[in-house]
């Protein structure tokens, strides 16, 4: 996988692509509708697929319209959280409601202005006017939805539309920010259940190495992704009041993992040491199964804030 930062870095066998609003990059093919087919190094379920017409007209990704009811799917499935757990409402849903933009009003003792002469920028979704900020990039296969609603950002597991294999289903930063004194805070309401194989995941990090946060057959874990590969690390059982926030953050040393009931009391799960100067990459929340979910479940969280520096 490859986030661009702009049409320059997007550059495949000689042809110039662009730099689409979900961070991946794209070159012409005229047997897409919109022109335009992602490259092989996009991220999810977008690499070699087509560039929606929506999305390259106005830098939105599909996602659950602007109501609190349907979720949408990757195949243009809704799901309307409302109804009975076995009914799926075929149909075609609007493009992504992103609603305003994404505000700097963090919750109490939340570090906002300068650091040490260094602009600091926080933006914070509570999840609660029913559509996506901007901010956030939405990417799900079939079988994951997405929606917000009741002031939460949830995800369903939908086993009847599950392909074959593990699925990630997320949202991530569009854009690309440094990583040294980045902070990506979430807020847990609660994580899958049904399936033991299945999680909900926090993640901060670029193509060369990632640390991250999840919850799995009940125990709350760090994860790493370097040379390629996954590994967990620092098990625990998972307590909902003790581990009530996530905080994945990058300091001098690297990237650290840390756990609060409050907020405020920030306990060390895991650390990954690396010379973060220079280094880009992006927020990640969202779901994650290793089969084929054994149930109708879903995750919810309460809200989500990034903060970034700008870099000298």
């Known amino acids: 996988m490859f986030l661009c930062q702009d049409d320059g870095s997007c550059e495949q066998g000689g042809s110039q692509g662009v730099c689409q609003p979900s961070g991946y990059c794209s070159f012409p093919d005229a047997s897409c509708e919109s022109g335009q087919r992602y490259g092989e190094l996009a991220g999810g379920t977008l690499a070699g697929t087509c560039v929606e017409p929506e999305?390259?007209?106005?830098?939105?990704?599909?996602?659950?319209?602007?109501?609190?009811?349907p979720a949408m799917?990757?195949?243009?499935?809704t799901v309307d959280p409302s109804v009975d757990e076995g009914t799926t409402t075929r149909g075609t849903s609007p493009p992504l409601d992103t609603g305003p933009e994404p505000t700097t009003d963090g919750p109490p003792g939340t570090d906002e202005g300068t650091t040490g002469g260094v602009?600091?920028?926080?933006?914070?979704?509570?999840?609660?006017?029913?559509?996506?900020?901007?901010l956030w990039c939405v990417n799900v296969p079939s079988g994951v939805s997405v929606a917000e609603h009741s002031d939460l950002l949830w995800f369903y597991f939908l086993p009847?539309?599950?392909?074959?294999?593990?699925?990630?289903?997320?949202?991530?930063?569009?854009?690309?920010f440094p990583l040294r004194g980045a902070e990506l805070t979430v807020h847990i309401d609660h994580m899958p259940e049904v399936s033991s194989f299945t999680e909900g995941f926090l993640e901060l990090g670029n193509d060369?190495?990632?640390?991250?946060?999840?919850?799995?057959g009940g125990q709350l874990y760090a994860f790493t992704f370097l040379d390629g590969d996954y590994a967990?690390?620092?098990?625990q059982p998972f307590e909902p009041g003790t581990h009530h926030y996530w905080r994945l953050r990058g300091d001098e040393d690297g990237l650290v993992a840390e756990f609060s009931p409050d907020h405020n009391a920030w306990v060390h799960l895991y650390s990954l040491p690396r010379d973060l100067s220079g280094q880009s990459g992006s927020g990640f929340l969202g779901v994650y199964s290793d089969s084929v979910p054994l149930g109708r479940d879903d995750a919810a969280y309460d809200s989500l804030e990034l903060c970034t520096l700008e870099e000298p």
Do not use: K, N
Request: glycine fraction near 18%.
């Open 232 to 235: 967990g690390t620092a098990w």
């Open 119 to 134: 602009a600091r920028q926080c933006s914070y979704d509570e999840f609660d006017d029913e559509s996506i900020d901007g």
């Open 160 to 176: 009847d539309e599950w392909p074959p294999g593990s699925h990630t289903g997320e949202i991530h930063s569009c854009s690309p």
């Open 55 to 69: 999305e390259l007209a106005t830098g939105e990704v599909s996602g659950p319209g602007s109501g609190p009811g």
């Open 208 to 216: 060369e190495f990632r640390l991250g946060m999840g919850v799995v």
């Open 73 to 77: 799917t990757s195949d243009g499935d």
